[in-house]
Every structure is written in structure tokens, then in C-alpha cells.
């Protein structure tokens, strides 16, 4: 059964920096090139970024490149997106998912989901 766990959401002040975490379990962690992805409140859920499973090849959105960084340990099958300079129009829900093999940037090619974790941005 596969599980992805996302865990460091919580409240930020706009400026501040947030290290969101994904803990995944059963499956070849290396196999699958993790995504991640938010949705704010009465939007589409929105790509952010996603990395191969090598973690050598890595692509952001716009709105994510230059502030936001996705890296991952395959050793404890654990991806992370750490979040700078965050903004109030970064205020989502943000999910982790994986997709085996290839990355990509639309959310139907992830088989599997987290269950997400809020990240609300203040002024």
C-alpha cells in the first residue's frame, strides 16, 4: 500500500521560509519522480515543481522558480520543497504525488496522492 505523508505546513508570515516534507512508503521510492502541486481556495489545483527520481532533473512552475526548491533524500524516501520569500498568493493546500518513472507537469499523470498540508500566508 503506498503512502505519501507531507508534514511542516502551518502558518507564515509573507517574506518567511517554510520546508514542507513527503514521506513516502511502499514503493521503490527511486522509481518515481515526486511532484508537487497546491490548491488554493476556490482555484484549480496548480503544479509546482516536480523532480526525477534521481533527483538530478528538477521543473518549477513560474510562479515557483527562482523562490521555491524541490530536492529529495531517496535514502529515506523523503522529498522536500523548501519555500522562500513566500508571498499571500502562495496560500494553498500543497500535495505531494508520484508518478512512476518520468516526471510531469500535469496532475493525471500522478498515480498517487497525499492528503496535503495548508500552508496559509499572512501579511
Known amino acids: 500500500q503506498v503512502q505519501l505523508v507531507e508534514s511542516g505546513g502551518g502558518l507564515v508570515q509573507a517574506g518567511g521560509s517554510l520546508r514542507l516534507s513527503c514521506a513516502a512508503s511502499g514503493l521503490t521510492f527511486s522509481n518515481y519522480a515526486m511532484g508537487w502541486f497546491r490548491q488554493a481556495p476556490g482555484k484549480e489545483r496548480e503544479f509546482v515543481g516536480t523532480?526525477?527520481?534521481?533527483?538530478?532533473?528538477?521543473v518549477y512552475s513560474d510562479s515557483a522558480k527562482g523562490r521555491f526548491t524541490i530536492s529529495r533524500d531517496n535514502a529515506k524516501n523523503t522529498v522536500y520543497l523548501q519555500m522562500n520569500r513566500l508571498k499571500p498568493e502562495d496560500t494553498a493546500v500543497y500535495y505531494c504525488?508520484?508518478?512512476?518513472?518520468?516526471?510531469?507537469?500535469?496532475?493525471?499523470?500522478?498515480?498517487?496522492w497525499g492528503q496535503g498540508t495548508q500552508v496559509p500566508v499572512y501579511t
Open positions: 523532480t526525477s527520481g534521481s533527483g538530478t532533473s528538477t
Open positions: 504525488s508520484a508518478k512512476f518513472l518520468a516526471e510531469a507537469r500535469k496532475s493525471n499523470g500522478y498515480g498517487y
